[in-house]
């Protein structure tokens, strides 16, 4: 007899479950550049309460995948607006990060990226990983991939 009044309640809350878990489905999100947007990846990937940015490298917008001059430090500043620039695209900002992973081709930039790094994040800072690669993408200096607190606005 329990069980049968408990009916209702449990639908309910099966119900909720599973429009909870639709609502909680990954979005792909696409970069607004054509060629970016036919790269094998998404520029953005929100779950949750989280967006997950794909690696971004010091590429200058409209010029045809050219890195930026001025060596680790160009490319750093480059890599970083275009970090705000897609957070800001998916709406979140660079106070909205708690987690980077700096990949560097040569570890003896990290004092260099570290002097970039620190004029677009202030204390409280992200949590961070960083580590030396053999090889990024386009011969780049400094890719950086980071994680962001950004809940959907739909809620």
Same mark, same amino acid.
């Given at each position: 007899?329990?069980?049968?009044r408990s009916l209702?309640?449990?639908?309910?809350?099966?119900?909720?479950?599973?429009?909870?878990?639709?609502?909680?489905?990954?979005?792909?999100?696409?970069?607004?550049?054509?060629?970016?947007?036919?790269?094998?990846?998404?520029?953005?990937?929100?779950?949750?309460?989280?967006?997950?940015?794909?690696?971004?490298?010091?590429?200058?917008?409209?010029?045809?995948? *050219? &890195? #930026?001059?001025? %060596?680790?430090?160009?490319? =750093?500043?480059?890599? /970083?607006?275009?970090?705000?620039?897609?957070?800001?695209?998916?709406?979140?900002?660079?106070?909205?990060v708690v987690k980077?992973?700096?990949?560097?081709?040569d570890i003896g930039?990290?004092?260099?990226?570290?002097?970039?790094?620190?004029?677009?994040?202030?204390?409280?800072?992200?949590?961070?990983? *960083? &580590? #030396?690669?053999? %090889?990024?993408?386009?011969? =780049?200096?400094?890719? /950086?991939?980071?994680?962001?607190?950004?809940?959907?606005?739909?809620?």
């Amino acid at each position: 007899m329990r069980l049968v009044r408990s009916l209702p309640l449990l639908c309910l809350l099966l119900a909720n479950a599973a429009f909870a878990d639709a609502a909680s489905k990954p979005e792909f999100l696409n970069s607004p550049d054509p060629d970016m947007a036919k790269l094998p990846f998404s520029e953005a990937v929100r779950s949750g309460d989280l967006l997950f940015l794909s690696g971004q490298i010091g590429t200058v917008p409209g010029k045809n995948n *050219a &890195l #930026a001059e001025g %060596g680790i430090r160009g490319e =750093a500043e480059q890599t /970083l607006n275009n970090v705000r620039e897609v957070l800001q695209r998916h709406g979140a900002s660079m106070r909205d990060v708690v987690k980077c992973t700096v990949f560097l081709a040569d570890i003896g930039d990290w004092p260099a990226f570290n002097e970039v790094y620190r004029k677009h994040f202030s204390a409280p800072f992200p949590a961070r990983s *960083a &580590l #030396a690669a053999s %090889g990024l993408a386009l011969g =780049a200096k400094v890719e /950086l991939e980071c994680i962001a607190h950004s809940p959907r606005k739909d809620k």
